[in-house]
């Protein structure tokens, strides 16, 4: 199984600004994810990290908030962008391993 | 769209009961997921199930795909307290099998 790190766990943010979230595989994964969780709630989908080129977005979401990075098959990075206090979630990177996917500990993130 | 359904949303149970939850969906799925949360944590994948009608157990776990591959159901046998958290079901987009979709998770709570 893959293991995943992710940085930085928490953090508080003022509204306006932007926060990049790193995201560590142990070993190289064919696909990478990007999910928010509000506290208490399911996983929403926010895109598929896409090694080599541009993300793929799913409804609701876009680029010019969420942009992504994905430089090689073991890293990439979400970034959220001029936070308001709606952005304060849970977000959670995930990697695609033989047919199982694997979650990174979280960043919960508190906009203010 | 595809939907997974999950029930019951909490139970409140009593230390050394069992456990039922169950998963449907008006969807095929291929494979079925089964993860827990913790506060301030990931995901952690619990069991995972590829064909219709495996019985598949993970210590005092035990889950079920159902032979109509629309269902899945979770059991947790003489539960202990560290059993408390949040269970998701969770399976592949329909022609996507590169990304997963949750329930809504049930929230499992044990009574000392």
């Known amino acids: 199984s893959a293991v995943i790190s992710q940085k930085p766990s928490r953090d508080i943010c003022q509204r306006g600004t932007s926060l990049t979230i790193q995201c560590q595989v142990d070993?190289?994964?064919?696909?990478m994810f990007w999910y928010r969780q509000q506290p208490g709630q399911s996983l929403t989908l926010i895109a598929t990290?896409?090694?080599?080129?541009?993300?793929?977005?799913e409804s609701g979401f876009v680029i010019d908030k969420f942009p992504i990075s994905r430089p090689n098959l073991t890293f990439s990075t979400l970034t959220v962008s001029n936070m308001s206090p709606e952005d304060s979630s849970i977000y959670l990177c995930?990697?695609?391993?033989?047919?199982?996917?694997?979650f990174g500990q979280g960043t919960r993130l508190t906009v203010v | 769209g595809q939907q997974l359904n999950q029930s019951p949303q909490s139970m409140f149970i009593q230390e050394g009961e069992d456990v039922s939850m169950n998963c449907t969906s008006s969807s095929i799925f291929n494979t079925w997921l089964w993860y827990k949360q913790e506060p301030g944590e990931g995901p952690v994948l619990l069991i995972a199930l590829y064909k219709a009608g495996e019985l598949t157990s993970n210590g005092r776990l035990t889950a079920q795909f159902g032979i109509t591959r629309k269902d899945s159901f979770l059991n947790i046998s003489a539960s202990i307290p560290s059993d408390v958290g949040i269970y998701f079901c969770?399976?592949?987009?329909?022609?996507?099998?590169?990304?997963?979709?949750f329930g809504k998770g049930t929230r499992l709570h044990i009574l000392p």
């Open positions: 969770a399976g592949p987009k329909l022609n996507r099998d590169d990304k997963i979709i």
């Open positions: 995930s990697a695609w391993d033989v047919a199982e996917a694997f």
């Open positions: 070993s190289q994964v064919t696909m």
């Open positions: 990290a896409n090694q080599g080129s541009e993300a793929t977005y």
